[in-house]
């Protein structure tokens, strides 16, 4: 069975920066498409980026591009994701998944996920 631990989540001013990780355990996930979601009070869940097993393949979510960018480490089992310029409608949990691909990813359906990290941006 495998984990995912998210970290890296805090309280940020609107155009700063914030760097989540994802640690993956249990299983190996090098072969799996990671990615990340985020779902704000009241709100569904909403795709947010995805990154292929090899890390050849990403994709984001409109609202991210030119702003958030995910990376993988397959040696460590970790994600990242990169997030400059946030605004206060960034704010949400943050949440690590796992899936057969990145299309998988961003149905929000994935089978493997982690406990979610805050992330709140102050206007």
């Known amino acids: 069975q495998g984990q995912l631990v998210e970290s890296g989540g805090g309280l940020v001013q609107a155009g700063g920066s914030l760097s989540l990780s994802c640690a993956a355990s249990?299983?190996?996930?090098?072969?799996?498409?990671m990615g990340w979601s985020r779902q704000a009070p009241g709100k569904e869940r909403e795709f947010v980026a995805a990154?292929?097993?090899?890390?050849?393949?990403?994709s984001y979510a409109d609202s991210v591009k030119g702003r958030f960018t995910i990376s993988r480490d397959n040696a460590k089992n970790t994600v990242l994701l990169q997030m400059n310029n946030l605004k206060p409608e960034d704010t949400a949990v943050y949440y690590c998944?796992?899936?057969?691909?990145?299309?998988?990813?961003?149905?929000?359906?994935?089978?493997?996920w982690g406990q979610g990290t805050q992330v709140t941006v102050s206007s």
């Open positions: 998944a796992a899936d057969s691909s990145t299309s998988r990813i961003a149905t929000t359906r994935s089978p493997y």
């Open positions: 249990g299983r190996t996930f090098s072969r799996y498409a």
């Open positions: 990154i292929s097993w090899s890390g050849g393949s990403t």
